[in-house]
């Protein structure tokens, strides 16, 4: 294993001390439990988003909290889903009185912390209302699995929904526009090369060099097929393909394009995939309004990039045009 | 003879012994059909379980079950952590103020735990889960206790059972959890839940095969 690391069981403390002293006019971070506000919290008045989940996919979460996106974050181990414990004082410490948002990626471990949460948070008479994600077309959604996966739509998600809460709009209405961003919004994602997850110290899973993995989640976990490596715009199409098939976005549909990095793919790739993105997209009539490209939910040093696409209207698009300053995410202020 | 409060401290530092010795096969198992980390997450609870355990030594057993549950509970994370924490919370809460049990009382413990996890991960038998080996450690515990088994022997055909249940996870497909991702590919693995839920019943009849 070769990581610019300390001791692997310290990997996240010592990161959140990094954010601590990087952002202080951003946030706060606190230890034991450990969750990250935004430095002004709470936001009277306000409607306050939590998410959490586990770290390795920086900078989603803690980078996304600041004024126009997330009021809290808890991160959990690398790869695992935070405890009830951090999701509780999270809550209780940006709670401005209209109710907290939590948005939580559809897996088994983060349903179920959020879910324990949730009641111990109303149980203090905080009022709680939870979103799922669950984006991920490379999972066949079924009662006989978890369910699809929440991914790259994550990040759209708690922008889209961060302006609205900022905007002054009621848990409610939060809740039911984060719905509609969910059912509106498909990824489908691909690795070159698997990760180590620090205190495991091995790959997640062997990738021999002349092979990919299609429909990969973001915690390193095998997908659906193994082939052998192809061109950026053979992925390309077979990544857009089964999520423009999924929704499916239609001729004359207006979307968010999010060309995203699983952490070791550079920019330079990046474009090459969403080029030809735009291509397909518009051979089928659809027209890309808004973009995202860059490492925005990761998979610690993986190679690979997911695509998502977000099906927009006005208002969406205002949203997500509304200001937003945090450290990972940063326009119009 | 009776489990002593003794013999269910015994039990929870055996474990957690255990979890020290097979943290990487645990998370080895995961690697090919999860997310690779339940071993070193199993053994980060189980290290701070032992941290707290003399708090609440003289506590009855109830209590020291339900402490251990907490412990895991904001340790873990993770499906495994709730899962894990509901299982001693609900058999702490089921034995109570008592220090020391009857093997009847296990089986309800046991009982009681099995029910919690079916409820908070939907889960059903076959589906490729902890389950898996609870389900089978349960029902030879109870029909040994019917058959008028010892103590011993009781514990030690419901630690058969679980180890049976363990093996039979691996031709099947999962269902719940990350390794339901993969779909077929899931079958031909066994599954890391189902395992460390062996190893809790192993221990339990090892530890307490005099009681």
Same mark, same amino acid.
């Given at each position: 294993?070769?990581?610019? #690391? $300390?001791?692997?069981?310290?990997?996240?403390?010592?990161?959140?001390?990094? #954010?601590?002293?990087?952002?202080?006019?951003?946030?706060?971070?606190?230890?034991?439990?450990?969750?990250?506000?935004?430095?002004?919290?709470?936001?009277?008045?306000?409607?306050?988003?939590?998410?959490?989940?586990?770290?390795?996919?920086?900078?989603?979460?803690?980078?996304?909290?600041?004024?126009?996106?997330?009021?809290?974050?808890?991160?959990?181990?690398?790869?695992? %889903?935070?405890?009830?414990?951090?999701?509780?004082?999270?809550?209780?410490?940006?709670?401005?009185?209209?109710?907290?948002?939590? #948005?939580?990626? $559809?897996?088994?471990?983060?349903?179920?912390?959020?879910?324990?949460?949730?009641?111990?948070?109303? *149980?203090?008479?905080?009022?709680?209302?939870?979103?799922?994600?669950?984006?991920?077309?490379?999972?066949? *959604?079924?009662?006989?699995?978890?369910?699809?996966?929440?991914?790259?739509?994550?990040?759209?998600?708690?922008?889209?929904?961060?302006?609205?809460?900022?905007?002054?709009? %009621?848990?409610?209405?939060?809740?039911?526009?984060?719905?509609?961003?969910?059912?509106?919004?498909?990824?489908?994602?691909? !690795?070159?090369?698997?990760?180590?997850?620090?205190?495991?110290?091995?790959?997640?899973?062997?990738?021999?060099?002349?092979?990919?993995?299609?429909?990969?989640?973001?915690?390193?976990?095998?997908?659906?097929?193994?082939?052998?490596?192809?061109?950026?715009?053979?992925?390309?199409?077979?990544?857009?393909?089964?999520?423009?098939?999924?929704?499916?976005?239609?001729?004359?549909?207006?979307?968010?394009?999010?060309?995203? %990095?699983?952490?070791?793919?550079?920019?330079?790739?990046?474009?090459?995939?969403?080029?030809? !993105?735009?291509?397909?997209?518009?051979?089928?009539?659809?027209?890309?309004?808004?973009?995202?490209?860059?490492?925005?939910?990761? %998979?610690?040093?993986?190679?690979?990039?997911?695509?998502?696409?977000?099906?927009?209207?006005?208002?969406?698009?205002?949203?997500? *045009?509304?200001?937003?300053?945090?450290?990972?995410?940063?326009?119009?202020? | /003879?009776?489990?002593?409060?003794?013999?269910?401290?015994?039990?929870?530092?055996? @474990?957690?012994?255990?979890?020290?010795?097979?943290?990487? /096969?645990?998370?080895?198992?995961?690697?090919?059909?999860?997310?690779?980390?339940?071993?070193?997450? /199993?053994?980060?609870?189980?290290?701070?379980?032992?941290?707290?355990?003399?708090?609440?030594?003289?506590?009855?057993?109830?209590?020291?079950?339900?402490?251990?549950?907490?412990?895991?509970?904001?340790?873990?994370?993770?499906?495994?952590?709730?899962? @894990?924490?509901?299982?001693?919370?609900?058999?702490?809460?089921?034995?109570?103020?008592?220090?020391?049990?009857?093997?009847?009382?296990?089986?309800?413990?046991?009982?009681?735990?099995?029910?919690?996890?079916?409820?908070?991960?939907?889960?059903?038998?076959?589906?490729?889960?902890?389950?898996?080996?609870?389900?089978?450690?349960?029902?030879?515990?109870?029909?040994?206790?019917?058959?008028?088994?010892?103590?011993?022997?009781?514990?030690?055909?419901?630690?058969?059972?679980? @180890?049976?249940?363990?093996?039979?996870?691996?031709?099947?497909?999962?269902?719940?959890?990350?390794?339901? @991702?993969?779909?077929?590919?899931?079958?031909?693995?066994?599954?890391?839940?189902?395992?460390?839920?062996?190893?809790?019943?192993?221990?339990?009849?090892?530890?307490?095969?005099?009681?």
């Amino acid at each position: 294993m070769k990581k610019l #690391i $300390n001791n692997p069981e310290d990997v996240v403390k010592e990161e959140l001390k990094g #954010i601590e002293l990087a952002h202080p006019d951003l946030v706060k971070v606190f230890y034991d439990p450990d969750f990250i506000i935004r430095a002004d919290s709470p936001v009277q008045g306000k409607v306050a988003l939590v998410s959490g989940g586990g770290s390795g996919h920086e900078p989603m979460h803690g980078g996304f909290v600041g004024k126009g996106m997330l009021d809290a974050a808890c991160p959990g181990a690398v790869f695992t %889903s935070p405890t009830p414990d951090q999701m509780l004082e999270a809550t209780k410490a940006v709670d401005g009185g209209a109710g907290v948002l939590h #948005i939580v990626k $559809n897996y088994t471990g983060d349903v179920m912390n959020f879910e324990m949460a949730a009641d111990m948070a109303r *149980d203090e008479g905080i009022e709680v209302e939870s979103v799922l994600v669950d984006d991920d077309v490379a999972v066949e *959604d079924s009662t006989w699995t978890a369910g699809r996966r929440g991914v790259g739509l994550t990040v759209l998600m708690e922008k889209i929904v961060g302006a609205a809460a900022e905007e002054g709009r %009621s848990l409610k209405e939060c809740a039911d526009l984060a719905r509609k961003v969910n059912a509106q919004g498909r990824s489908m994602g691909m !690795a070159l090369t698997s990760c180590t997850v620090p205190h495991v110290g091995k790959p997640s899973f062997d990738l021999p060099e002349d092979e990919m993995e299609i429909g990969i989640g973001i915690h390193g976990e095998p997908g659906r097929h193994r082939i052998k490596l192809e061109s950026a715009d053979k992925v390309t199409e077979m990544l857009i393909q089964p999520v423009v098939e999924d929704l499916p976005f239609k001729n004359g549909d207006e979307v968010l394009l999010f060309v995203n %990095s699983m952490g070791g793919t550079p920019l330079i790739e990046l474009y090459i995939v969403y080029k030809k !993105a735009v291509e397909l997209l518009e051979a089928k009539g659809i027209k890309v309004v808004r973009h995202l490209i860059g490492p925005y939910i990761t %998979s610690l040093e993986m190679a690979g990039t997911s695509i998502t696409l977000l099906k927009m209207d006005d208002d969406l698009k205002n949203l997500w *045009d509304a200001p937003v300053k945090t450290a990972g995410m940063r326009w119009g202020i | /003879m009776a489990i002593t409060r003794d013999d269910v401290l015994n039990w929870v530092r055996d @474990y957690a012994q255990v979890i020290e010795d097979n943290h990487e /096969m645990l998370t080895d198992l995961d690697r090919e059909i999860g997310d690779a980390d339940h071993g070193a997450n /199993m053994r980060r609870g189980f290290r701070a379980v032992l941290e707290k355990l003399p708090a609440v030594e003289d506590k009855d057993i109830g209590a020291i079950l339900k402490n251990v549950g907490m412990t895991l509970l904001s340790k873990v994370g993770g499906a495994a952590g709730p899962l @894990y924490s509901t299982l001693f919370i609900k058999a702490g809460t089921t034995i109570g103020a008592k220090t020391e049990m009857e093997l009847t009382d296990w089986a309800k413990a046991l009982e009681a735990a099995t029910v919690g996890i079916a409820n908070l991960g939907k889960a059903l038998p076959n589906d490729k889960t902890m389950l898996d080996s609870l389900y089978p450690a349960l029902s030879a515990l109870n029909s040994a206790i019917e058959n008028g088994a010892s103590n011993g022997e009781a514990l030690q055909k419901s630690a058969d059972a679980a @180890y049976e249940g363990m093996l039979a996870t691996i031709p099947l497909v999962a269902h719940k959890g990350r390794a339901s @991702y993969l779909g077929e590919r899931s079958a031909g693995h066994q599954d890391p839940g189902a395992t460390s839920t062996y190893l809790l019943i192993k221990s339990a009849a090892e530890t307490w095969s005099d009681s």
